[in-house]
């Protein structure tokens, strides 16, 4: 059985579009697996495809100049409208201005292309794709899809109720999403320790593939370093001084390899919410693992039962990026020179809204001072407390508080009850 990617039928759709169908993600996320099925979709209605793996070198060659690569294409399709899906387009240099070349010829082709990070990378340029590419992001499985492969797709719609009432089911998904995330190839491995080796193997060709593309070797190993001490300081402050010091790099490089970590789609950072700067000074951001499975294997720990309370923050972050991943919001964190802190801070524009996270399974709502403080200084219309089983709502002056299981942030704030 085939994990279900939520993202296919937005693929699908964009087909009909002019632009460019980008779609970027981690390595081993899941694109060359969609690339297919979309390329066997295409093929069934009869139309002409052509497949383009840049990792495999025959293909690569195609690639060497634009020009060869439209005579290649030319003397295979001909004048015939064909779907051409290119994989891996980051191993092109300077793959932004090579698509935009390509794109601006006006060929008869649709193009998809996939890569396993931002084009940014490897461009020095001032070129860009805007206006001649759609993006789409696919992370590893989120929870939502991997409730719904575990449980073989029979409660669809309803799953948030089922695991409301299942609490055994509920600890079982949640556990085997935190230990060992969301890899596809991870989550359909049948023991632990085939999946520590997968991970082992995804996390190897990053570093093989992707980083030490970028960096020279004994840059990488710094950088290594740097993704361990991210694993252990996940959700934390970081002083820069201090990790700059530790892993041998200057202050400016460690910021540009912190850079890198998010643009290849294994970290995503956090910045600081503030609108007194004299008073909410802390700057730095927080990072999060995109993959909570690589998070721990870089740790070297799967089992840490002290360490769930920042896993289930890890994931409840997540949730919060796909929750509102089709609005404008953005996330932040809140801190103060007092140590009041609160651990997401929701900025919709219009509107902002403080998010608590609570590990277990509440039995009354329980809310901190830093949270009773957040309330109190800006007044927000909602506040969220999220943990495992609570789902309560109550207004605190002029807040509507609202106690909310984590997989009651399963579905989009597109498809969920409106939360305004």
Not at 254 to 268: H, Q, R
Request: hydrophobic letters at 40%; a positive charge.
């Amino acid at each position: 059985m085939e994990i279900r990617r939520s993202i296919l039928s937005k693929l699908h759709a964009h087909l009909s579009e002019p632009e460019i169908t980008l779609l970027v993600g981690p390595r081993q996320a899941g694109k060359t697996t969609l690339l297919r099925e979309m390329g066997q979709s295409l093929q069934k209605a009869g139309k002409t495809c052509f497949f383009f793996n840049l990792d495999i070198d025959a293909d690569a060659l195609f690639f060497t100049t634009q020009q060869r690569f439209v005579e290649h294409l030319e003397a295979v399709a001909g004048k015939k409208m064909a779907y051409v899906f290119i994989d891996e387009v980051q191993r092109i240099e300077n793959a932004g201005l090579f698509l935009k070349g390509i794109y601006d010829r006006r060929l008869p082709h649709k193009f998809i292309v996939t890569g396993s990070g931002s084009l940014e990378l490897k461009e020095k340029i001032a070129e860009s794709l805007v206006g001649r590419k759609e993006s789409f992001f696919l992370p590893t499985v989120s929870m939502l899809e991997w409730v719904q492969y575990a449980t073989e797709y029979r409660f669809e719609d309803r799953i948030a109720a089922v695991l409301h009432t299942d609490e055994i089911l509920e600890e079982r998904l949640l556990s085997d999403y935190l230990t060992f995330g969301g890899y596809p190839r991870v989550l359909t491995s049948s023991t632990a320790p085939r999946k520590n080796r997968v991970l082992q193997e995804i996390y190897q060709g990053y570093i093989e593939r992707d980083i030490r593309q970028l960096l020279q070797v004994e840059k990488s190993n710094a950088f290594v370093v740097l993704l361990q001490l991210l694993a252990n300081r996940t959700g934390q402050l970081l002083n820069f001084n201090d990790l700059a010091r530790i892993t041998g790099l200057s202050v400016p490089t460690l910021k540009n390899y912190l850079w890198y970590s998010d643009k290849t789609f294994v970290t995503s950072s956090v910045t600081p919410f503030f609108r007194n700067k004299e008073k909410e000074i802390i700057k730095s951001p927080q990072y999060y693992f995109w993959d909570l499975g690589l998070r721990n294997y870089l740790r070297g720990i799967f089992d840490d039962l002290s360490d769930q309370g920042h896993r289930f923050q890890s994931l409840v972050f997540r949730l919060l990026k796909e929750y509102f991943s089709e609005s404008v919001a953005s996330l932040h964190y809140w801190r103060t020179q007092n140590q009041a802190e609160v651990d997401f801070v929701v900025n919709l524009g219009h509107r902002i809204m403080p998010v608590e996270v609570k590990a277990g399974k509440l039995q009354q709502p329980a809310l901190s001072r830093s949270f009773r403080s957040f309330i109190e200084k800006y007044q927000p219309s909602e506040a969220w407390i999220i943990n495992r089983k609570l789902r309560e709502n109550f207004n605190l002056g002029n807040t509507a508080i609202r106690v909310l299981p984590w997989y009651d942030l399963l579905y989009s704030s597109e498809t969920a009850v409106n939360t305004t």
